[in-house]
C-alpha cells in the first residue's frame, strides 16, 4: 500500500511540473479496489486473526502477572527483605518480558501483513498497468490522495475492478 502511495505521488509531481504535450489523466480509488479484492479481504482477515491469537497469548501472561503481584503484595508482611526484593525483581522482569512480546508482535504482524499484501499490490499494478496502457492513459493518479486538488476527466476504476473480475 505504501509503495502505490508513492507511485501515486511521484506521478502527481510529474504532472505538476507541466508538460509540453497534453496528457491523458484519470483517476483511480485505490482503497475501494483493494477493498473489494477478495485476497485483500482474506488478508485482512488472516492479519485479524493472527493479531487475536497473539493479544489472546499476552492478555494471559498479563493476567498470571497481576495474579502474581497481587499474592506477592499480600505476603510481603511476612516475608524477609531478600525475599521481597527478589520477588521485586521477578515482577520488574516480567514486565520486560511483556513490552518485548508486546513488541515482538507489532513486527510479526507489520511482517506478515507485508507478506500477505506484496502480491495483492502486485496484481494491482499489473493491471492499473494494462488499463493505462489500453486506455492510452500517460497518468492514473489516486482519486483519494490528499495531493489531487481537481478531479475530472475519466476514471478508471471500473475498467480495472472489469479486468479484475470485481
Not at 4 to 10: G, I, K, Q, R, Y
Not at 57 to 72: F, I, P
Not at 87 to 99: D, F, S
Amino acid at each position: 500500500m505504501k509503495k502505490l502511495s508513492v507511485l501515486f505521488a511521484a506521478a502527481m509531481m510529474v504532472v505538476s511540473v507541466g508538460m509540453a504535450k497534453a496528457q491523458k489523466i484519470a483517476t483511480l480509488d485505490v482503497a475501494g479496489i483493494l477493498n473489494a479484492m477478495p485476497e485483500k479481504k482474506k488478508a485482512d482477515t488472516e492479519i485479524t486473526t493472527f493479531v487475536n491469537a497473539k493479544q489472546a497469548e499476552m492478555k494471559k501472561k498479563a493476567e498470571a502477572a497481576q495474579t502474581k503481584y497481587a499474592l506477592y503484595t499480600k505476603e510481603a508482611p511476612t516475608k524477609t527483605e531478600a525475599e521481597n526484593k527478589a520477588r521485586g525483581e521477578e515482577m520488574q522482569k516480567l514486565q520486560e518480558e511483556m513490552a518485548q512480546m508486546e513488541d515482538k508482535m507489532r513486527k510479526d504482524a507489520t511482517a506478515k501483513q507485508d507478506l500477505l499484501f506484496e502480491p495483492i499490490e502486485k496484481k494491482l499494478m499489473d493491471v492499473v498497468t494494462k488499463v493505462a496502457k489500453a486506455n492510452g492513459y500517460d497518468y492514473i493518479m489516486d482519486a483519494n490522495s490528499t495531493g489531487l486538488v481537481y478531479k475530472a476527466g475519466p476514471d478508471a476504476t471500473p475498467a480495472v475492478k472489469k479486468e479484475l473480475g470485481l
